[in-house]
């Protein structure tokens, strides 16, 4: 099993699920931090748990080398898609994105599959393949 494995049965034992892990540096500090999802939302208990059982595993299998801070946390309101499983989670939402080709569009994130995804732009529905999307999040109009 890999680690990022490990984290998402641990995470899946407590009735969350893992949506993303990413390394930081911020102000001379290294962080690790691990996203979580659960249906009716994550909460700063379901955090502490979540962190309190992923501990022993990065006493033995460290995330990073040296030193680091473990963060864990919902991924937010305005969350980065990398993953069809995002796309699916977000379908409903409003979705910004830029293309490979340095377009940027702004829309409502209809469907979603495993190679694909529709936009609505507008009155226009969008089909996009995964490969060409660069950057995509979403966004909450305020």
């Known amino acids: 099993m890999s680690l990022t494995e490990d ?15 990413e390394t930081a540096r911020e102000f001379d500090e290294n962080i ?5 999802v659960a249906e009716g939302g994550v909460d700063v208990d379901k ?3 979540v962190s309190r059982l992923l501990s022993p595993l990065f006493d033995v299998h460290p995330p990073m080398s040296g030193e680091y801070r ?4 919902s991924p ?13 989670l977000s379908v409903g939402e409003n979705v910004k994105i ?7 569009l702004k829309g409502k994130l209809i469907d ?31």
């Not at 690790?32 to 979580?36: D, L, N, Y």
Request: aromatic share 12%; with cysteine; proline share 3%.
């Open 98 to 104: 830029t293309t490979n080709e340095g377009e940027k």
């Open 7 to 21: 984290i998402k049965a641990i995470c899946e034992s407590v009735g969350v699920s893992l949506y993303d892990v």
């Open 112 to 142: 979603s599959n495993d190679t694909e995804f529709v936009l609505q732009v507008d009155d226009q529905e969008i089909v996009f393949e995964y490969p060409q999307i660069k950057k995509a999040r979403t966004y909450f109009e305020w």
């Open 47 to 49: 955090c502490a748990h």
């Open 70 to 73: 473990l963060e864990v946390s």
């Open 76 to 88: 937010g309101i305005e969350r980065a898609l990398k993953t069809p499983e995002h796309y699916r």
């Open 32 to 36: 690790f931090r691990v996203f979580i």
